[in-house]
């Protein structure tokens, strides 16, 4: 309980900030006390310029006064996504701060970024970058500039898509994330379109309904999500603007994604799918001529295997398979170069890129493909793959991608047959 004094000084420190409304309170103990997890209670406010009904005002000061006696007294009222009052319960002092420029750029590790901690701070906030008083701490800051990078790798593949058709609220740019997992990605994906004010519409699949439900109620609580995912449920098949997640494999995708989404999809997303999901996510990309693929591979298991199996003659030296290290480290790469083969082979420009900067994990490598002739036909028996066949048949290795792309060859009809 505060005692009389403290809680006066208080309620004068809360009061003269909040006739114009606010976003929310954010009722914290100071670091260092309240245990190892950040003791900390979140109040939503009326809203940004909304004037407070006096309950809404009793409402946040009682609720202040009660946080304040649990020792929660480092209080902030987040008036909106660049000023904040801090107030100091036990003293009743309180301190305006904005997010000025200099501050902003600070929080940017001093240079601009694609997510800037003011005009994002709502997806910073829900992917759990930012504070809910709207601080970044500095165990944050290092993923905050990841997210950040992401953004940017994304933006040159909205340009090249939207020069190839013009998009708007009738015709949103389609996106489908494979194997979507928490589907930060797509949540960044989206944030950039918004601040382009693109139209997206975006279906993410996982076997696993945990991280599927999680995102649905992410997309809700950021207020992205699709009708479908809402309470009210549109007619199937209907390609409403928003994101939506559901539990599929990627096959189930395959066949249902064009429907969900009101078209082939211009861009699919296949971010550390495990193993021979990449091989999935790219045969699927590559078999509905999608225009636009960003594909960061995971752990592989299949071609190491093979090689362990495989002449070692045949290879470029035969160290590479011999020893254990070596033949992982050479079957990383050699199941990501036939990848990027495979691609060009099918129609696609491929660039390799470092997908999270600075870092050094044997997963971070992003492969980028842009479809040549973005709006032409599908014809399977276009794909020049047996040059490449024939050099995996010398290593002795029968990667699941070209065995993929063989039965899609295989089952599609030659012209005039
Ligand atoms: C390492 S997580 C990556 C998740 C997410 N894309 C990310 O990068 O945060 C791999 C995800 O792939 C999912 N997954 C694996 N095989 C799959 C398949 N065939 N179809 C759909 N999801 C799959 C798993 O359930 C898991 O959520």
């Known amino acids: 309980m505060l005692d009389k004094g403290k809680l006066q000084r208080l309620q004068r420190a809360l009061k003269p900030h909040l006739a114009h409304g606010w976003e929310r309170a954010v009722f914290a103990a100071p670091q260092g006390e309240g245990g190892n997890a950040r003791a900390e209670r979140v109040l939503a406010g009326p809203g940004v310029g909304v004037a407070p009904s006096a309950a809404q005002v009793d409402a946040l000061l009682a609720a202040a006064a009660e946080a304040a006696g ?16 801090q107030v100091d319960a036990r003293h009743g002092r309180a301190t305006t701060r904005t997010l000025d420029e200099d501050t902003a750029l600070k929080v940017m590790g001093g240079k601009e970024r694609a997510l800037r901690p003011d005009t ?39 340009d090249r898509l939207a020069a190839t058709r013009t998009l708007g609220p009738a015709a949103p740019l389609r996106a489908l994330d494979l194997a979507c997992g928490n589907a930060y990605l797509s949540f960044v994906l989206a944030e950039v379109l918004r601040l382009r004010g693109v139209p997206l519409r975006l279906h993410g699949v996982d076997v696993r309904a945990d991280v599927v439900a999680r995102s649905i109620d992410r997309a809700r609580a950021l207020g992205l999500a699709a009708p479908e995912d809402e309470a009210a449920t549109p007619g199937a098949g209907d390609a409403v603007v928003g994101l939506s997640f559901a539990q599929a494999d990627i096959a189930g995708a395959a066949r249902t994604a064009p429907a969900r989404l009101g078209g082939v999809p211009d861009l699919v997303l296949a971010l550390h799918a495990c193993d021979t999901a990449t091989d999935e996510a790219i045969a699927l990309a590559i078999e509905l001529g999608v225009p636009a693929l960003l594909s960061v591979p995971c752990c592989q298991a299949e071609l190491a295997a093979q090689l362990a199996r495989a002449s070692a003659a045949a290879q470029p030296l035969a160290a590479m398979v011999e020893h254990g290290l070596l033949r992982r480290a050479y079957a990383d790469v050699l199941t990501d170069s036939l990848r990027v083969a495979a691609l060009e082979a099918c129609g696609y420009d491929v660039t390799v890129l470092e997908f999270v900067g600075g870092e050094h994990t044997p997963k971070n490598l992003l492969i980028k493909g842009h479809r040549r002739h973005p709006r032409a036909p599908v014809d399977p028996h276009r794909w020049r793959l047996g040059p490449l066949r024939a050099r995996c048949e010398a290593l002795g290795v029968q990667p699941d991608l070209l065995r993929r792309l063989a039965a899609i060859q295989a089952a599609s009809p030659r012209a005039g047959e």
Do not use: F
């Not at 649990?70 to 009052?85: F, I, N, P």
């Not at 709207?134 to 990078?149: D, E, L, V």
């Open 70 to 85: 649990a020792g929660l007294w480092k209080q902030t009222l987040v008036l909106d996504a660049r000023r904040r009052v």
């Open 120 to 158: 994002s701070a709502a997806l910073l906030r829900e992917i759990g970058i930012m504070n809910a008083d709207g601080s970044i701490s500095a165990t944050h800051a290092r993923k905050y500039k990841q997210i950040s990078h992401l953004a940017t790798l994304c933006e040159p593949v909205i």
